[in-house]
């Protein structure tokens, strides 16, 4: 993001919190008959999603931010879309390395992730955590020059001219299309994209008669002691950052430090390098991996954790052995086994599940 654009981001962060602000009593006056609570179903074996006090789910403005995901007038040139680089059947990412699906074809600085179970992301998005909520975020890949690219004014202007846009805000938010309402509404439908029903969630939850094999229950045991430290809990998260060892040199600046990671909007020295830790949900289909998608496959994933990790004081201590030596002592059995349970955290409902699919 150039420095032009960064003042711009920021500026339309702050407009975006005027907004909410100034929005939050006509939101409490919605009829709600036309503004019936969306119920999230929580997993049995999730915990608690994060408070969604200022921007709580209805069905109407999950329904509005499903239709605006699909809508390619929210792009200056109205040919991308949010699903442009987060395609369902990827669990919402895009299999680039780095997209150039965006308005002006240049590819990004860093890879598309994929989108599910964002209720429980409670310590930034982005890679380095830039923007604090999903209504915050949505500014980020809406303006930028090479992603969507869009004058919210006009954005507005096209909406208010579909006789279907104008009825949905009026339903979610009692008003009219505005862009503090798009990213309200995006966010509520990113927040019901749930994935809880890959054959781990039936195991794990005694659903069924659901078995797993040998190979799939050493790969849980192995996932939980070597990599739970941040693919922690059920949701294979800690929603944290860290230092994976995958560089040594953070001294590139160009790019408003694109490349020093959280460092990026922390300040502080340890986050040089470091990056949120993706889900392992959904990741054998979700390839490539890393935040700048430099892995194509999950085999160069696991050969980086057992030999590739790069030993810099910034390098996160999880991932060195009680010997000293960084990387993650594995057989190649135990690849083998860690491999089989990965597949089992497919959720292929999450893949084609119709209320998460294009309503048009």
Same mark, same amino acid.
Not at 36 to 41: G, K
Not at 128 to 146: C, V
Not at 206 to 212: A, D, L, R
Not at 229 to 237: A, E, I, N, V, Y
């Given at each position: ?40 179903e ?6 608690k999603p ?17 239709h ?10 109205m040919t ?8 369902q ?6 299999g ?28 930034g998005?982005?890679w ?7 209504e ?11 992603e969507?690219?869009i ?24 008003? /009219? *299309?505005?862009? @503090?309402?798009?990213? =309200?509404?995006?966010?509520q439908?990113?927040?019901?994209? !749930? &994935? ?6 039936r195991?794990k ?20 002691s070597?990599?739970g430290g ?66 194509a ?6 050969k980086?954790?057992r ?17 000293? /030596? *960084?990387?993650? @002592?594995?057989?190649? =059995? ?6 089989a349970?990965? !597949? &089992? ?11 998460y699919?294009?309503?048009?």
């Amino acid at each position: 993001m150039s420095k032009n654009n960064k003042v711009l981001h920021f500026g339309f962060l702050l407009l975006a919190n005027l907004m909410f602000s100034c929005q939050k009593e006509t939101i409490e006056t919605v009829d709600p008959e036309d503004n019936t609570p969306y119920v999230m179903e929580v997993p049995a074996n999730f915990p608690k999603p994060a408070a969604m006090q200022d921007n709580p789910l209805t069905k109407a403005g999950v329904e509005l931010g499903r239709h605006l995901f699909y809508e390619p007038l929210l792009s200056s040139t109205m040919t991308v879309s949010c699903a442009s680089c987060h395609h369902q059947d990827r669990a919402f990412s895009d299999g680039l390395i780095l997209s150039n699906l965006g308005i002006s074809g240049k590819a990004l600085d860093r890879h598309s992730p994929a989108l599910f179970n964002l209720a429980w992301a409670n310590n930034g998005l982005f890679w380095d955590g830039g923007s604090k909520n999903l209504e915050s975020q949505a500014f980020g890949p809406l303006t930028h020059e090479d992603e969507m690219g869009i004058y919210f004014p006009e954005m507005v202007d096209r909406l208010m001219a579909k006789p279907l846009y104008v009825g949905l805000f009026k339903e979610a938010f009692g008003e /009219n *299309p505005t862009a @503090a309402g798009v990213v =309200r509404a995006l966010a509520q439908f990113q927040r019901t994209i !749930i &994935s809880a029903n890959s054959k781990y969630d039936r195991y794990k939850r005694k659903e069924g008669q659901v078995s797993f094999s040998e190979d799939e229950r050493l790969g849980m045991q192995l996932v939980q002691s070597k990599c739970g430290g941040c693919h922690s809990t059920d949701l294979f998260t800690d929603n944290n950052y860290h230092n994976n060892g995958i560089d040594t040199d953070f001294s590139d600046d160009s790019k408003d430090w694109v490349y020093k990671g959280r460092y990026r909007i922390s300040y502080d020295i340890k986050d040089l390098g470091a990056y949120k830790t993706p889900s392992l949900r959904n990741v054998m289909v979700s390839a490539p991996y890393m935040h700048d998608g430099r892995f194509a496959t999950i085999d160069e994933v696991l050969k980086h954790y057992r030999s590739g990790i790069k030993n810099t004081i910034y390098t996160d201590r999880l991932l060195f052995q009680a010997n000293g /030596n *960084p990387g993650i @002592a594995l057989s190649d =059995r135990e690849v083998k086994a860690i491999k089989a349970f990965l !597949i &089992s955290l497919t959720d292929e409902k999450l893949l084609s599940e119709a209320k998460y699919a294009n309503p048009k």
